[in-house]
Structures are given as structure tokens and as C-alpha cells.
């Protein structure tokens, strides 16, 4: 039961005997319930239904009918909704709520008797790049505590590389899986959009927002997408697809978009650079590429992301459900307050901006323009993807700044600027760990076309197949 074993290890502990469902989920709480204090990273942990499910999935795998999750601990994003338990979405306005249904992806993974944690840290509704926005404080990093964990799903991150959980679940609205995963040395995977239902998801900006998968490696990264995908009534923009896997890697061509590499820091460039000729050692061959408008994808995405979450968000009125203000004067005093009360200053400022983009006289300027920018995202990866068959890319501009570093919210906005592209255009990413600046990770970023998240699989395991940085832990 080290902190650190992997998922063939468990399962293979499990169905063995060496230890039960009941004393792995007693493990890991013990070690949440030692380590949260510090880090921050579980908003909510359920040690009573934890240990009800590692009950039936005991009982699961004594009657011969375990699956490849039965009896695996697993912490959920704070946004999934699940049932009984609260669901607060890093906010003071849900701070309250407790769900009366689970999200689609929360639902699978019980059926295949994952053993759920708790619910861990995250920017408030989503909104943010370091945590900091949570109404629950920052998540830490377990490389450094002082420095962020990235965000928005920071405490996902935070938790699976201090070893507390094996695999979390995440969202990726415009990098939200990929910066935490690589600011924190774990892998993290965002599917094509529509790969995974958003069912259950507390929207952010849905034409955008993805489910998808936090683990130490590409393999069990693997088993939690292939255990959360797939086709959802509830959902009609979940995809009818074949499951994800994996594809061949030898004869791959990988593509270097010169606008994510141009201006790099230099420590971080050499990282990159020794993981590309890892890849290139496992048979494939790398060219240049170019994404001509990778620069127009932050103010796109902030423009597109904020309208649809000033919709999204308009339902928050303190009436049917989140935070209601005391003892209001008036309907207007209630919506005004409870509203003015439950959001913090990010979440504000998104639905200000989103309004304004979407207001008459404003709206062609605004957010007809950023949809045709789009647009012509999409199209440079359409167009890449013609002449490769995958691109490598850097995650993030730097490693893991410190908490209070970013004050400026557009420099908070600018980290984004290589992981909005593929969000905009609807494509698979993911973030392998590839090496260390300065004392703290960095990430990675593998993209594919939509739909070929064997692809990504298949590259990041070859990667990780002749490295070991997936392998290395945070002090204790
Ligand atoms: N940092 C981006 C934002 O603040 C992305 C967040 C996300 O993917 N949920 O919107």
C-alpha cells in the first residue's frame, strides 16, 4: 500500500488478498487527514461513504466480479455533483449545497466501484489559473508549499502528487487539468470535448468545459478515462464513439509549433527539448509546425468563456438554490445581495465582462469577432493536423509561480496562453511530467486531433515507458 503504487499494483493487491478495499480507503484517509492541513486540498472528505463503498467493493472482488476500478480510492473535483455529499464549487455561493443527484461521470465511476474520497480544492466556479480564487483558500503545492498548485483543479492535482489518492478527477474549461497537472509533476489528461458527459458538471462555459483524468501515469490515467467516457443521454453533447485505445507510436510524426516555442524560458526549453528526442527515440520523427493564430486564443477564450459564464451563472439568484441573503428589503435586494455575497471578485469581474461582450452594440465587436477567432484556431489545427500526426508543446510559460505572485488578473489570464488553443478548437491534450526548473515540475503538453486520445496514450506511455519524472515524488 505504498502512497505511490500504481494502479496494476493495487488491483493486483486487492485481488490478491494482500489488503482489502476497506483498509486501502482507511489508508488514504489517514494520510488526507495528516496532510490536508497543510495542503489544502480536499474542500470536503467523506470517510463514511468511503468506507461503505470499499465495503461492496470487497465485496465485488471476494464474489469474482471486480472491474479495473473496483476498490480504487478516487477524490472528484469539487464540481461534480454528487449526492449527499456537498458540492460547493470553491464557492461561498454553493458553500451550502448539497446535490440531490450525481454527475454522470461521479455515477460511472461508482458503478465500477471506485471508492470516492471526497471532493477536492478548486478556483471558484472554475474561474482561475492558481487556486487563489477559491472561497476555501488555495490548495499548496506539495513540491513547495508556498507555491500554487495551478488551478482551477489545484486540489486534484495537489492530492494525487502528495500520494493522498491514486487518480482524481478534473475539468479543463481553458487548461484546467493540463497547468495543475504539470505544475504539480503528475499526468493530466483533457479529452476531446464531448468525449465525456458533462452531466452533473456545475457549468462554467459550456461549450468548452471537459471532464477528464488526474493520475501519476499515462496508464492509469488510461483505466479513469476509460472508465468515465462515453455516450450520455443526459448529455447531447456527449459523443457516441468507440471506447479510447491505444495506438502505435513508432512512424508518428510530431509537429513543434514554433508560436509555443518561440520566447520560452530557457530551463524550461531544455526540458522540452530532451523529451522530444525521447519521442524521437521511440520512432518517431519530428518537424516544425505553425499555429498562426496562437496569440488571439487568450483573448478569444476570455471573451467566449466569460459570455457563456454570465448565462451559465445567471441562475445563482438565491431563490431556488446556493446563497441567499439575510432578511431582504425587496426581490431586487435579494438578487442584489445574494448575489453581491455569494460571488468573490474573479467570478464577478467574468460576469461583468461576459455581459458586456454580450450586450447590444457590443456583441459584434466582442463576441462575434472571438467566435470567428475560434474558429481560426480550429482551423490551424485541422491544417496541422494534415501534415502531423500529434504536437508537442509546452504547458505553461513557467513553473509553479508563488501564491500572491499573479495580482494582476490579465498576467493571470496570459498563463493560459498555451492551453486556451486546444480548448478553443475542441482537441484532445495532455501534460506528461518532463523534468525540473528550479526545484518544481513541469509538464509536457502533448495535442491530437479530436477523438484520438490513443494517440496522446500512446505517446505519453512510450514517454514515460524511458523516463522515470512521472516516477518521482514531493518530500514527505
Ligand atoms: N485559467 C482559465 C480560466 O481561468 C482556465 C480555467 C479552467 O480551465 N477551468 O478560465
Not at 509533476?185 to 452531466?199: A, C, D, E, F, M
Request: glycine share 10%; charged share 20%.
Amino acid at each position: 500500500m505504498a502512497p505511490a503504487a500504481n494502479i496494476a499494483a493495487l488491483r493486483h493487491g486487492l485481488d490478491a488478498g494482500d489488503y482489502s478495499a476497506r483498509e486501502l480507503a482507511q489508508d488514504a484517509l489517514g494520510r488526507i487527514e495528516a496532510a490536508n492541513p497543510q495542503l489544502n486540498c480536499f474542500i470536503t472528505v467523506t470517510p463514511e461513504q468511503a468506507l461503505a463503498d470499499a465495503d461492496a467493493a470487497d465485496a465485488r472482488i471476494a464474489a469474482g466480479n471486480a472491474g479495473p476500478l473496483t476498490g480504487i480510492p478516487i477524490a472528484h473535483k469539487d464540481l461534480f455533483c454528487t449526492a449527499g455529499a456537498p458540492t460547493t464549487c470553491g464557492s461561498r455561493m454553493l458553500a451550502e449545497y448539497v446535490p440531490p443527484y450525481d454527475a454522470t461521470v461521479v455515477a460511472r465511476l461508482h458503478a465500477a466501484g471506485a471508492v470516492s474520497l471526497g471532493k477536492t480544492n478548486m478556483d471558484e466556479f472554475a474561474m482561475g489559473a492558481s487556486n487563489e480564487t477559491s472561497w476555501f483558500g488555495p490548495a499548496r503545492n506539495p513540491w513547495h508549499r508556498q507555491h500554487t498548485p495551478g488551478g482551477s483543479s489545484g486540489g486534484a492535482a495537489s492530492a494525487v502528487a502528495a500520494g493522498l489518492v491514486p487518480l482524481a478527477t478534473g475539468t479543463d474549461t481553458g487548461g484546467s487539468i493540463r497547468q495543475p497537472a504539470a505544475f504539480c509533476g503528475v499526468t493530466g489528461l483533457k479529452p476531446t470535448y464531448g468525449r465525456v458527459s458533462r452531466y452533473g458538471m456545475v457549468a462554467f462555459a459550456s461549450s468548452l468545459d471537459q471532464g477528464g483524468a488526474f493520475g501519476r501515469s499515462v496508464d492509469d490515467v488510461e483505466r479513469l478515462l476509460q472508465a468515465m467516457e462515453g455516450h450520455d443521454p443526459q448529455d447531447s453533447t456527449s459523443a457516441e464513439r468507440p471506447a479510447t485505445t491505444r495506438t502505435a507510436v513508432a512512424g508518428m510524426t510530431l509537429g513543434l509549433p514554433r508560436e509555443y516555442w518561440n520566447g520560452l524560458d530557457a530551463g524550461m526549453a531544455q526540458c522540452l527539448q530532451a523529451a522530444t528526442r525521447e519521442l524521437e527515440a521511440a520512432g518517431c520523427t519530428v518537424r516544425d509546425i505553425s499555429l498562426p493564430h496562437t496569440a488571439a486564443a487568450v483573448p478569444a477564450y476570455y471573451v467566449v468563456a466569460s459570455a457563456e459564464a454570465s448565462a451559465n451563472l445567471a441562475r445563482y439568484d438565491g431563490v431556488r438554490f446556493g446563497h441567499r441573503a439575510e432578511a431582504p428589503k425587496s426581490l431586487d435586494d435579494l438578487y442584489r445581495r445574494s448575489r453581491g455575497e455569494g460571488f468573490g471578485a474573479e467570478v464577478k469581474r467574468r460576469i461583468l465582462t461576459g455581459t458586456y461582450v454580450l450586450s447590444v452594440g457590443y456583441y459584434d465587436a466582442y463576441y462575434l469577432k472571438a467566435q470567428r477567432v475560434r474558429r481560426l484556431i480550429r482551423q490551424d489545427f485541422l491544417d496541422a493536423f494534415g501534415a502531423v500526426d500529434a504536437i508537442v508543446a509546452p504547458v505553461t510559460p513557467s513553473v509553479a509561480f508563488e501564491l500572491g505572485a499573479v495580482q494582476d488578473p490579465v498576467a493571470m489570464y496570459r498563463q493560459d496562453v498555451f492551453t486556451t488553443p486546444a480548448s478553443l478548437a475542441g482537441v484532445p491534450a495532455m501534460s506528461v511530467p518532463c523534468g525540473f526548473c528550479d526545484g518544481l515540475p513541469t509538464g509536457l503538453q502533448l495535442i491530437a486531433p479530436h477523438f484520438e486520445e490513443g494517440r496522446l496514450l500512446a505517446l505519453g506511455a512510450a514517454f514515460q515507458h524511458r523516463t522515470d519524472w512521472h516516477l518521482r515524488q514531493p518530500p514527505a
